[in-house]
């Protein structure tokens, strides 16, 4: 009887929570065109990649890498890499290239790498045992 109790008991557990299940980071982004007095994008300047999360989360890593590189060999370099530093505070969305709190680069004084138009990006995000991916394309700024 003992043993029938944990193996219901097994299964309820497997089944029915969220003990056993990978925590997913779901993540969208957007490419907006910033106006301003100083700046103007249909000349050339990039336009901002937005990214949100949710649920909004302590990032411990920030990666972004051309897919087809990455693809090709999972040990590309990445565009863009931070690590954890110290203790973050949860964000629910951040720019490309943006100084994270409680992030710093992998490299030290390295800088995100503009992204190039028409060439697809993954960005993976993990927060702890949480993680999350999103492909993405910076498109080019429209022309007035």
Same mark, same amino acid.
């Given at each position: ?26 993540? =969208? #982004?957007? *490419?907006?065109? &910033?106006?301003?007095? $100083? ?8 336009? @901002? ?35 954890? =530093? #110290?203790? *973050?505070?949860? &964000?629910?969305?951040? $720019? ?8 710093? @680069? ?39």
């Amino acid at each position: 009887m003992t043993i029938v109790l944990v193996v219901l008991a097994s299964v309820y557990v497997f089944y029915f929570t969220d003990w056993f299940k990978p925590k997913i980071i779901h993540i =969208s #982004s957007e *490419s907006r065109v &910033i106006r301003s007095r $100083f700046r103007n994008n249909a000349a050339g300047n990039p336009v @901002p990649v937005i990214f949100s999360l949710e649920p909004p989360s302590k990032l411990t890593e920030i990666k972004v890498v051309p897919l087809v590189e990455w693809q090709a060999n999972q040990n590309v370099l990445p565009v863009w890499h931070l690590v954890a =530093s #110290s203790n *973050s505070v949860p &964000i629910k969305m951040f $720019f490309y290239g943006q100084r994270v709190r409680g992030l710093k @680069p992998e490299v030290p004084g390295a800088h995100a790498d503009p992204l190039q138009t028409n060439v697809t990006y993954r960005l993976f995000v993990t927060a702890g045992k949480a993680h999350g991916q999103h492909d993405f394309e910076l498109k080019p700024a429209a022309q007035n």
